[in-house]
């Protein structure tokens, strides 16, 4: 009745890693937020779908399951792939 009352309060990463609402990053939700919107005017004004697809297609490749997206993956595959350099060493050494 009178005792203290200890309270334990989990902080993610030590407080490093990035806000994240949903399935989502906070940057990601306002860019299909403002997609969203540009969509829903290209359909309503133009009749013009592609927006409301790409919009989808991004909000898809950005869910995040343990700090990593689809689109972090494909980043990465592009970085090595294509445009990093990849250096190889050739010889023979004799030990």
Known sequence: MGGIRMYTYIYPDN???KA???????RDIGIIGVG???SVFAI????FL?????TALYA?????FDDTSI???IRYACAFFLTKQ????WGYSEQ
Do not use: G, N
């Open 15 to 17: 407080l490093k890693s």
């Open 20 to 26: 994240v609402l949903w399935l989502w990053q906070l």
């Open 36 to 38: 969203l919107l540009l």
């Open 44 to 47: 309503a004004q133009l009749k």
């Open 50 to 54: 592609p927006p409301i697809v790409i």
């Open 60 to 64: 898809f490749l950005t869910i995040r």
């Open 71 to 73: 689109l972090d993956f």
């Open 86 to 89: 990849q250096t190889y060493e």
